[in-house]
């Protein structure tokens, strides 16, 4: 079934998006996975319009050692719910800005989903995909050593950047 995907040898992180329009804002997943040195796969698999191909995938990268699955999508936002319904691993959701609403559709597919089956949600368009993939690596710290030490350089490198005082005028 793997050549129907990208896959990556030792991914640890499933990303999925519900069409390629998505993938300029989860570029961002993929960029701020990739500084942290986790191995990440990224496909685009619509729930709605393949949702066969969507089980193959969730089956095969479970089986293959992906840990956490990342899901993008925009409008009734449904593929990270349906992605939590097949796999007992955590689901991180990325609402997409998309077409309408300005990503509020997006965000309340996601985060309202009824109780039994979480999604974790996270903010619409950028600064959601980019925490969706750092909520992944403190995840994944919490097991992985050399995860927590790239963790906690970003986190350290990140407080020393704020600057303390408001620009010259
Ligand atoms: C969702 O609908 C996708 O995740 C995307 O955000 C949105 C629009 O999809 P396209 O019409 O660009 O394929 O399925």
Request: proline letters at 6%; glycine letters at 8%.
């Amino acid at each position: 079934m793997s050549d129907q995907y990208t896959t990556v040898d030792g991914a640890s992180v499933g990303v999925l998006m519900g069409s390629a329009s998505d993938w300029p804002t989860m570029e961002k997943t993929s960029s701020t996975l990739k500084a942290l040195n986790v191995p990440h796969e990224c496909n685009v698999i619509s729930a709605h319009r393949q949702p066969d191909r969507l089980a193959a995938y969730i089956a095969d990268a479970s089986e293959r050692g992906v840990q956490i699955f990342i899901c993008a999508a925009g409008g009734a936002a449904h593929l990270a719910g349906v992605v939590a319904s097949m796999t007992e691993l955590p689901v991180l959701a990325c609402p997409m800005q998309a077409w309408s609403l300005d990503g509020l559709d997006s965000l309340l597919s996601m985060a309202q989903m009824p109780k039994g089956v979480p999604v974790a949600t996270f903010a619409i368009g950028g600064a959601g995909a980019i925490n969706a993939a750092l909520s992944a690596v403190s995840i994944l710290a919490l097991s992985d050593p050399k995860v927590k030490a790239a963790w906690l350089e970003y986190r350290a490198k990140q407080s020393s950047k704020v600057d303390v005082l408001p620009p010259a005028k």
